[in-house]
């Protein structure tokens, strides 16, 4: 395992002055409280000064987009088509100034932070195609009556987002919303506000009236204000679980929700399977984007006989890994987003401990100086119901549990409260469709990693992964979560 500890020579430097969007302008909090954060690879660095807003900016930020979304949602869906359409290119063509900007706000490395900044741009353009198909339906009847459906924009939407892709998750929020006609107020990560905020000003350049969206940053004051506040038509979330359930607990039955919660998805590795091709899908599904994604592999399932095999080759993908400033040329795994995380991982190593597993990696106190830096973590004798393979980590931490039946896999598989993304390696066609009817997850993958989900194609989870009533991203269901539905009887009149 390699270590890669310098400064990139050339990077961008100095601190950024965030602001909140209130009524189409650039502003403070009314709290006059700020926060400072740290770049995650190298903490005595300040990139970013942020306002730590409270309620009141809230409450003054839904009642601009309650009073101001109307003129865009009256506006001709080839015009708010056309807007998505011209954010996208803003944002393709300052992808790279982003994608330095991402690593230092977040900390992934280069390579992942190019492959968020030019993905946002292309989900944009789905979603402004989706402007132009937002049809409804008509339905028989009698005579020259006729029975039709509208489709309109649902209100004013509260869209929350989470650090670990702070521009792709906020566009699969914003897109949409905007497409339909809404209005949204947008509260990013305070972990990861400039990025969230690189977005919001590209569709202001590209002609969303500053009426129909607002930007407020801050922590948890926020988004509990933001959820509450009753004018609010309906809250989209993406983040952790237990953040999830308070929301909707929160939220009444009359205001729509859409939350995309935690996993602790797993890879089956069955008996014919490739190992050099299981080992890679599973060392990028774990270590990659240093463990921070939601669909990220956190367990091996393993047949018994190729455990030894497996194992060999992850670990060699394991000690491979070049870990330090995402910026720095060769890195392969930058830190983790924030000290909180950090000591996560840290005591669940010691949970894995107590609970008997074995740590196949090197750890201890290490890290590279001056950063939130992690070793791949590679445990086995995981016990099946430990809190090591029950509980979402959120970091490059890989249990290891083998199986010696098919029965028992799929209990192992399906055998947590999560249900997001669940993988096969396999080289059986009969293998891969009975994994695929029997595994408990709302995202499959047979021969792939258990991250990266195609734009057009809808994501979501099982049980305590998601809210399960529609889907993000693509698909037929995507876009009934942003509009309302009003059925309409039309009867000529009648002659005198």
């Known amino acids: 395992m390699t270590t890669i500890e310098q400064s990139p020579a050339g990077t961008t430097t100095g601190t950024v002055h965030i602001a909140n969007l209130i009524g189409g302008e650039w502003t403070g909090s009314v709290t006059d ?39 865009w949602a009256a506006t001709p869906a080839e015009d708010r088509a056309d807007v998505l359409l011209r954010a996208a290119d803003l944002l393709a063509s300052r992808a790279e100034q982003l994608a330095v900007e991402l690593v230092r706000e977040e900390g992934k490395t280069l390579a992942e932070a190019r492959n968020e900044t030019r993905r946002t741009p292309q989900n944009l353009r789905a979603f402004a195609g989706e402007a132009l ?12 009556s006729m029975v039709l459906t509208r489709r309109e924009p649902v209100g004013v939407v509260a869209a929350i987002t989470p650090w670990n892709f702070p521009l792709n998750i906020p566009s699969r929020k ?68 237990a953040v999830g359930e308070a929301i909707h607990a929160a939220v009444p039955p009359w205001v729509r929700t859409q939350l995309e919660l935690g996993g602790k998805n797993a890879v089956l590795v069955w008996s014919d399977a490739d190992l050099d091709l299981a080992a890679d899908l599973i060392a990028k599904g774990a270590f990659g984007l240093t463990g921070q994604a939601c669909t990220g592999t956190s367990r091996v399932v393993v047949h018994e006989s190729v455990l030894n095999g497996l194992l060999d080759r992850v670990m060699e993908r394991a000690r491979a890994a070049v870990i330090g400033n995402g910026l720095v040329s060769g890195v392969t795994m930058g830190p983790l987003a924030n000290a909180a995380q950090r000591d996560k991982h840290h005591a669940y190593l010691q949970v894995a401990h107590d609970e008997g597993a074995r740590l196949e990696t090197p750890t201890g106190d290490w890290s590279p100086a001056g950063g939130w830096f992690v070793r791949p973590a590679v445990l086995t004798g995981v016990a099946p119901g430990s809190r090591l393979a029950q509980e979402e980590v959120f970091s490059p931490m890989l249990a290891f549990l083998s199986v010696s039946s098919w029965e028992e896999a799929m209990t192992v598989m399906n055998g947590t409260s999560y249900g997001l993304s669940a993988g096969l390696v396999s080289g059986s066609l ?20 258990t991250t990266g989900v195609a734009i057009n194609a809808p994501f979501g989870g099982l049980k305590r992964s998601s809210t399960q009533t529609f889907k993000e991203q693509g698909g037929a269901s995507m876009m009934q979560f942003y509009t309302r539905e009003k059925t309409v009887y039309l009867s000529p009149e009648e002659p005198a």
């Open 33 to 71: 409280r700020r926060y400072l954060r740290e770049n995650p690879a190298a903490v005595d660095e300040v990139v970013l000064d942020v306002p730590d807003s409270g309620a009141d900016d809230v409450a003054d930020a839904v009642a601009h987009v309650s009073a101001g979304y109307h003129a």
């Open 133 to 144: 198909r937002l049809a409804g339906e008509t339905f028989p009847t009698g005579g020259t």
């Open 174 to 241: 914003l897109g949409p919303a905007l497409a339909a006609g809404n209005g949204v107020v947008f509260k990013p990560s305070e972990l990861t506000p400039l990025l969230g905020q690189r977005l919001v000003e590209a569709l202001l350049e590209a002609g969303v009236p500053g009426g129909a969206l607002a930007l407020v940053h801050g922590h948890a004051e926020v988004g509990r204000a933001l959820v509450a506040d009753r004018r609010v038509d309906a809250v989209t979330f993406t983040g952790s679980t």
């Open 430 to 449: 009969d293998t891969a469709l009975r994994f695929a009817a029997e595994a408990e997850a709302g995202v499959v993958k047979v021969n792939q990693a």
